[in-house]
């Protein structure tokens, strides 16, 4: 790793070769660093910018260090926001720190990062790529930028989070805190961390309730209408009960009461959605079609034989009377 600028003096006054200069640079000679860890720049924000600098002049200069393969031109280190407003103004230069020595990536990162310029997003890609480009390790990249390995860790976290939250993040001027965006991170559920950072958008979710969801592994959930819910209920049920043997049932009294009346009180729970007329309509039905699927030589003990019997002649008598009344409304209508 390169040794940072030294600011030094001799003992007889005598500026040290290291030492950074300040200079006007004209502006067509400075590139912007291509690994600029700020991604984002309001337009409004730079306007104003320029127009605070066209009225009090730059009161900080930009720093710059001079390239490799000419000593005439210089990449931009810190400062692009004030390089960018000069070049709004169509200034033809702009005063700057020259520095003769340093790591470029490692300056830019620190200075964004001492300025707070950086949005946690950007700062999570700055710090990895750091990481990744000259293979330090968490320790020795919190060395680099000041931070504890603890708090480096936490920051590369939000590498992990999925790329529509890093957009939304960084392109809706987000007010969501580092360190709720961190606790997100901490779910390695991609679908959670999108149902968690629905909550946090809407503000119904607070760094402590995303701790507890991790720390007791609840799963954010969209609730279902009720309808819904009893629906699912329902087929698990169904789907319980086929599994159910006939010796399953049968065998134990108490468990067929119980889903006897189960049945009953479902039944008569539906109901009440119906008129009498409909309820009798449905139970009708109901009847025929439990009839239709019985084998015609089915054993059948002589007393349930009788009260099928009753039954039919009951219906028989029921519906005749019923067709009789319709009849005479019809006729009753004709006649009028």
Request: net charge negative; hydrophobic share 35%.
């Given at each position: ?7 030094a ?7 040290s070769?290291?030492t950074?200069?300040i ?17 984002t ?13 066209q ?5 900080q ?6 390239k ?14 004030r ?5 709004l ?16 990536d ?5 200075e964004?990062?001492q ?33 504890a ?6 920051i590369?976290n ?17 007010k969501?805190s ?7 991170a ?13 909550a ?20 954010v ?5 009720p ?22 049932l049968?065998d ?7 889903i006897?009346?189960?049945?009953d ?9 119906y ?23 089915l054993?059948?003990?002589?007393g ?16 005749a ?11 009753d209508?004709?006649?009028n």
């Amino acid at each position: 790793m390169e040794k940072k600028p030294q600011l030094a003096v001799s003992l007889f006054g005598s500026v040290s070769p290291n030492t950074p200069k300040i200079k006007d640079i004209d502006i067509t000679h400075i590139q912007p660093n291509p690994d600029q860890p700020r991604k984002t720049f309001d337009e409004q924000s730079l306007r104003e910018l320029a127009d605070s600098i066209q009225q009090h002049g730059l009161l900080q200069p930009i720093t710059v260090i001079r390239k490799a393969d000419d000593q005439d031109r210089y990449i931009l280190v810190a400062g692009e926001r004030r390089f960018r407003a000069h070049q709004l103004l169509g200034k033809s230069k702009v005063l700057g720190i020259v520095l003769t020595s340093g790591n470029i990536d490692e300056l830019a990162i620190i200075e964004n990062l001492q300025r707070e310029d950086l949005n946690p997003i950007e700062e999570a890609e700055a710090l990895a790529k750091l990481m990744n480009r000259y293979q330090y390790t968490q320790e020795a990249l919190g060395k680099v930028v000041g931070k504890a390995q603890a708090t480096v860790s936490n920051i590369l976290n939000l590498n992990k989070l999925p790329d529509r939250i890093k957009q939304e993040y960084s392109t809706s001027n987000n007010k969501v805190s580092k360190s709720l965006l961190m606790e997100i991170a901490r779910h390695e559920n991609p679908s959670e961390q999108l149902k968690l950072w629905e909550a946090v958008k809407s503000g119904s979710t607070t760094v402590r309730a995303a701790r507890e969801a991790k720390k007791e592994k609840i799963q954010v959930r969209v609730i279902q209408p009720p309808i819904k819910q009893t629906v699912a209920a329902g087929e698990l049920f169904a789907k319980r009960l086929e599994n159910l043997g006939a010796s399953d049932l049968f065998d134990d009294n108490d468990g067929e009461n119980e889903i006897t009346r189960l049945r009953d009180r479902i039944n008569q729970q539906i109901g009440y959605f119906y008129s009498a007329e409909e309820r009798i309509w449905r139970a009708a039905i109901e009847f025929t079609e439990l009839l239709r699927d019985t084998s015609s030589d089915l054993a059948m003990p002589d007393g349930m034989a009788s009260d099928l019997v009753e039954l039919r002649d009951k219906l028989v008598e029921i519906t005749a009377g019923l067709g009789q009344e319709h009849d005479a409304e019809i006729k009753d209508e004709q006649n009028n």
